[in-house]
């Protein structure tokens, strides 16, 4: 194949990747944002009371719709989200009343460690069971590692993980139910997240 047509066709790859992860993502915003519609309760009294305001009166509940953006038809509120998510701006945590940019730059030290850990114990136990599948073509050690791989990938990540919480932390007192973003709790959440993709 000349280099100009497979630097084409790799180049509408990438492109076509692109297309799907933007689709993918609008869809998720639509679904989540419908889901939010229906929701019960009123965003502007979970965000004061967030700020310790617990019996808003009717003025501070109409300050707060406004400034969040709550008042209007949905559809116009969702397209002032989307422009504004397009720019980096996400708006008001409704659990915390702070900017969700912010909710999320805290949490990238402990998702760059998890993903750190999980790609790890990926790779590794890639390799190792590759290794033994390798070392024995078709014999029982072949065939055990072949049956744990379609276990894993046809088990969801959210059982394996209860599974492990209950076996390993509920029954047995072995590490700790809740992370603290630190490489010390980061094990069993990187194994679960590991095992299927492995």
Do not use: C, K
Not at 47 to 70: M, S
Not at 112 to 127: E, N, P
Request: proline share 6%; net charge positive.
């Amino acid at each position: 194949m000349p280099d100009g047509r497979r630097g084409g066709s790799t180049a509408r790859a990438v492109l076509t990747r692109i297309g799907q992860a933007v689709l993918t993502l609008w869809g998720a915003s639509v679904l989540v944002w419908s889901l939010l519609l229906l929701a019960p309760g009123d965003p502007a009294r979970a965000v004061l009371a967030a700020d310790d305001i617990t019996n808003p009166n009717p003025l501070q509940l109409r300050v707060e719709r406004a400034r969040l953006g709550l008042n209007g038809s949905p559809v116009p509120r969702y397209l002032h989200w989307l422009w504004g998510a397009v720019r980096g701006q996400f708006g008001t945590s409704w659990a915390t009343a702070q900017p969700v940019t912010h909710e999320l730059a805290i949490r990238v030290g402990a998702t760059l460690i998890l993903t750190a850990a999980a790609l790890a114990i990926t790779v590794t136990l890639a390799l190792a069971l590759a290794l033994v599948g390798a070392w024995s073509p078709g014999r029982w050690p072949d065939h055990v590692v072949r049956s744990l791989s379609l276990i894993f990938l046809a088990t969801p990540s959210f059982l394996v993980g209860t599974l492990i919480l209950d076996l390993l932390v509920v029954r047995w007192g072995h590490f700790r139910v809740i992370a603290d973003g630190s490489w010390d709790t980061v094990l069993l959440p990187a194994v679960t997240l590991s095992l299927g993709t492995a």
